[in-house]
């Protein structure tokens, strides 16, 4: 990284929220160049600024934060976004996923963690809190050696079928695109839970997201 510091965009309907977050990020590793409100003023102040980070509430006014993060994926695509939540289920990890998001934090997380969270997503990694992956241990985090160390265990349709189910579609669906049957989609989903030792489809998609083959 240097010696400039990580250019950070925040986007919180409250004040309140975005003047504690600021806070917690002192200089000169960080610098909040912008805040906004709402997603409009974000995707503007995003494409203006061009910050490193954009540190984006899910819950928004308007537009969501999802669906933010999802036009940021696409408007400024050299943004990373780090997703903050009061949400702590898996569904909302995986639709922020989806949507470009490189990490989703709760909004009770310790300040050291969301520092960390921002380096982590600065540098082009995710940042994916472990109680979003409905594991029933949380998942250690892993280098990108050791990521690329257990995909190299997966064939290439193991591959593409957790490619699949890390972006949302049915086994069905799956089967339709890569003309497999169900049944062998079913194997193969079976193999590659095996082989990663996850056994939840939020785990499934951290990992794809961790080893880049979804995501931005």
Excluded: C, W
């Amino acid at each position: 990284m240097g010696d400039a510091p990580i250019r950070v965009l925040l986007v919180d309907d409250h004040a309140l929220v975005r003047e504690g977050i600021r806070q917690a990020l002192p200089g000169p590793e960080f610098e909040v160049v912008g805040e906004a409100g709402n997603g409009t003023d974000a995707l503007a102040l995003a494409q203006r600024l061009r910050p490193d980070v954009v540190v984006l509430d899910i819950s928004l006014p308007g537009e969501s934060g999802i669906r933010t993060a999802a036009r940021l994926r696409t408007e400024a695509p050299e943004v990373r976004v780090l997703i903050l939540s009061v949400h702590d289920h898996p569904e909302y990890l995986l639709e922020s996923a989806r949507a470009g998001a490189h990490g989703y934090l709760r909004k009770d997380t310790l300040p050291e963690e969301l520092r960390d969270a921002i380096r982590t997503v600065h540098e082009g990694r995710t940042a994916f809190a472990a109680f979003a992956t409905g594991e029933s241990e949380p998942l250690p985090p892993v280098s990108d050696a050791g990521v690329m160390e257990r995909l190299d265990l997966l064939t290439r349709r193991e591959r593409d079928v957790l490619v699949g189910v890390a972006s949302g579609f049915s086994n069905k669906e799956i089967a339709t695109r890569h003309g497999l049957s169900v049944r062998t989609v079913e194997s193969y989903r079976e193999s590659l839970m095996q082989k990663l030792g996850i056994r939840t489809i939020a785990g499934l998609t951290r990992f794809a997201l961790d080893a880049r083959l979804i995501g931005g």
